[in-house]
């Protein structure tokens, strides 16, 4: 099993439809991150969570809002989806290694498109 | 703010070519560098890494090394196969928030 889960892996929606995407993780990092996609535009940061009583927002996140619901999983929405928020979106973990922050750890991708 | 400059792809190369993935960076402080990569349906994940300047990482014959003078990071492998056909991405983390900043990604399309 993956260390990072993502549910859906694809999802069809239409304009003004809420969406729920879901991120679990068994690696036992207090860090997660939710991170877009798109060509040509590399990964944009949107969300990102320290523990389950901190939330921050990263450099794209109107439009979205994420909770963490335990240390293991961290959902994010969109409450009213647009087409351009049609793209690819990863959860990511990582930790602290001697007060640096390690890699990430991603999960496999959630495709959603917005008609 | 940091960013990351990665050459653009497509990069179309023939099987046992040599391959080169200009990138470089703008940071305060001292960053640690990533190379990332992404296989077709798969998520990311951390190909080499160097967290000081002069460091070089390797991994699967890929190897970069941590240049401070030209703030570069350079990916290169000797002799690439098919199955290295993947997008590529320079990053970087400068803080211990664990903020990372990617690069738009290069594409490699390796051919038999």
């Known amino acids: 099993d993956a260390d990072v889960t993502q549910t859906p892996r694809n999802r069809i929606t239409k304009t003004g439809k809420r969406i729920m995407l879901e991120c679990s993780q068994t690696k036992g990092h207090d860090r997660m991150y939710w991170y877009r996609q798109d060509p040509g535009l590399g990964l944009r940061l949107i969300y990102y969570s320290f523990d389950v009583k901190d939330i921050n927002k990263g450099e794209i996140s109107d439009g979205y809002s994420v909770s963490r619901q335990a240390q293991a999983k961290f959902s994010l929405s969109l409450e009213s989806a647009i087409p351009n928020q049609t793209a690819l979106y990863f959860c990511?973990?990582?930790?602290?290694?001697?007060?640096?922050?390690?890699?990430?750890?991603f999960g496999e991708g959630s495709r959603l498109t917005v008609l | 703010g940091n960013s990351v400059t990665q050459m653009e792809g497509p990069v179309t190369l023939s099987e046992e070519a040599f391959l080169t993935i200009n990138c470089t960076y703008t940071a305060t402080g001292y960053p640690s560098l990533f190379w990332y990569v992404q296989y077709p349906g798969e998520g990311l994940q951390l190909l080499l890494k160097?967290?000081?300047?002069?460091d070089k990482g390797s991994n699967k014959g890929f190897e970069a090394t941590y240049r401070k003078e030209t703030t570069s990071f350079h990916l290169e492998k000797g002799s690439v196969q098919v199955s290295d056909s993947a997008v590529y991405f320079c990053a970087l983390s400068a803080d211990s928030w664990g903020k990372f900043q990617f690069g738009a990604g290069t594409q490699v399309v390796v051919t038999p």
């Open positions: 160097a967290t000081k300047a002069d």
């Open positions: 990511a973990t990582s930790d602290l290694q001697q007060g640096v922050s390690g890699e990430l750890f």
